[in-house]
C-alpha cells in the first residue's frame, strides 16, 4: 500500500510547479461596448505567452471580430461564446464584459466549462456563473498540487474514520474563513513568503508520518485537526490568489466566493475519497511489501516540503535582496 502511496507522491511531485502551485495561469479579455452592438477587445494575462497566440473566442452568432473589434449589428452580444485552447498555456478565461452605461459583466471559463452565454444586459445566467466558480475552483485545487501533498500527509498521520472527518473538517473550515477575509480584503499576504509557509507546512508533516509509522505520538499525531486548522489558514490565503486574479466587485464576490469554496471542496473531497478507495483496494488484495516500501510515502513528503522550502525561501530572499 505504502509503495504505491509513494508512487503517488512521486507523480504529484513530477506534476507539481514547485515555486507557485497555487496560482493559476490566467488570461484575461476585456470585452467594452464603444457604440450599439460594437466593441473592443484587449488581452491580459499572468502567464508568459501572449493569450491571443493561444486562446482563440468563437463568438456569439451573429458577432464578427476582425483585429481588435468585435461587430454585433442590432442583435447586441448575445448567446454563447466559447474559448478553444483553454487547459494548454492557460488554464482558466476570464472574460469582463463592460456595458455602455457602465456596468460589467464577468463570465469564468475554464477546460471544464470552456463556453459561457452572453447577455445584452447584465442580469445573466446566476446558474451559468455559479457553476463557472465552482469549475474555477475545482480546477484551482487540483492545480493546488502542494496543498494536495499535505491532505494525503494528514491521510498518512490520521487512524480512524472520526478523526479524519474532524481533521478534513478542521482544515476546511480554516481555509474558508482565510479564504473569504483575502477575497473581501481584510487582509492580504505578500505570495513569495506565503508560499514558503506553504511549503513549510509540507515539510512539518514529513517527520510526523514517519513518526506514526513508529508507533510513536506527539501533538500533531494525538490532534491532527488542531495542526490541520492551524494550516489550513495558511492555504486559505494560498487558494485566494485564484478569485485575486479575477478582480472581481464587491457586488460580485458573495457568488463568486461562495461558488469557487464550493469547487475547491469538491476537488478536496475528491481526492480524499480516491486516497481511501486506494486504501482499502490495497488491504483488500494484501500483497507481500518491504519496510523500505511502507516508509517511503513519508520520506517523500518530507524530502519534498524540503525542496520547496528550499526554494521558496531562496525566492523570498532574493526578492528582499
Not at 27 to 48: C, I, K
Not at 181 to 191: D, L, Q, Y
Request: aromatic letters at 10%; charged letters at 10%.
Amino acid at each position: 500500500m505504502k509503495a504505491l502511496l509513494a508512487t503517488l507522491v512521486a507523480l504529484i511531485a513530477l506534476a507539481s510547479s514547485p515555486a507557485y502551485s497555487h496560482e493559476l495561469s490566467m488570461a484575461e479579455l476585456e470585452v467594452r461596448e464603444t457604440a450599439a452592438g460594437t466593441f473592443v477587445t484587449t488581452w491580459l494575462a499572468s502567464g508568459n505567452v501572449p493569450p491571443g497566440q493561444e486562446l482563440t473566442p468563437i463568438w456569439p452568432k451573429g458577432c464578427s471580430s476582425q483585429d481588435e473589434q468585435v461587430q454585433c449589428g442590432s442583435g447586441g452580444m448575445s448567446g454563447m461564446l466559447k474559448m478553444e485552447g483553454i487547459g494548454q498555456s492557460y488554464s482558466a478565461a476570464l472574460i469582463k464584459v463592460y456595458w455602455r452605461d457602465g456596468s460589467l459583466h464577468v463570465y469564468p471559463l475554464t477546460a471544464a466549462q470552456p463556453s459561457a452565454r452572453l447577455l445584452d444586459t447584465t442580469s445573466g445566467s446566476v446558474a451559468d456563473t455559479a457553476i463557472a466558480y465552482a469549475n474555477l475552483g475545482i480546477e484551482h485545487i487540483l492545480l493546488g498540487v502542494d496543498h494536495l501533498l499535505f491532505v494525503l500527509g494528514l491521510l498518512l498521520i490520521v487512524g480512524n474514520r472520526w478523526m479524519l472527518l474532524k481533521t478534513i473538517t478542521a482544515f476546511t473550515v480554516a481555509h474558508s474563513i482565510t479564504l473569504a477575509i483575502a477575497t473581501f480584503g481584510v487582509a492580504h499576504v505578500a505570495p513569495a513568503p506565503l508560499n514558503a509557509a506553504i511549503a513549510l507546512s509540507i515539510l512539518f508533516l514529513g517527520p510526523e508520518v514517519v513518526r506514526c509509522w513508529r508507533g510513536e505520538t506527539s501533538f500533531t499525531i494525538r490532534h491532527p485537526w488542531i495542526v490541520a486548522f492551524a494550516f489550513g489558514l495558511l492555504h486559505g490565503f494560498g487558494f485566494a490568489s485564484g478569485l485575486a486574479e479575477l478582480g472581481l466587485s464587491r457586488d460580485q464576490i458573495p457568488l463568486a466566493l461562495l461558488m469557487f469554496n464550493v469547487g475547491v471542496e469538491i476537488g478536496q473531497l475528491g481526492f480524499v475519497l480516491c486516497i481511501l478507495l486506494l486504501f482499502r483496494s490495497l488491504r483488500l488484495l494484501a500483497f507481500e511489501r518491504s519496510s523500505v516500501a511502507e516508509r517511503l510515502p513519508g520520506y517523500l513528503v518530507g524530502t519534498l516540503g524540503a525542496f520547496w522550502t528550499i526554494q521558496r525561501v531562496f525566492i523570498l530572499l532574493k526578492g528582499i535582496a
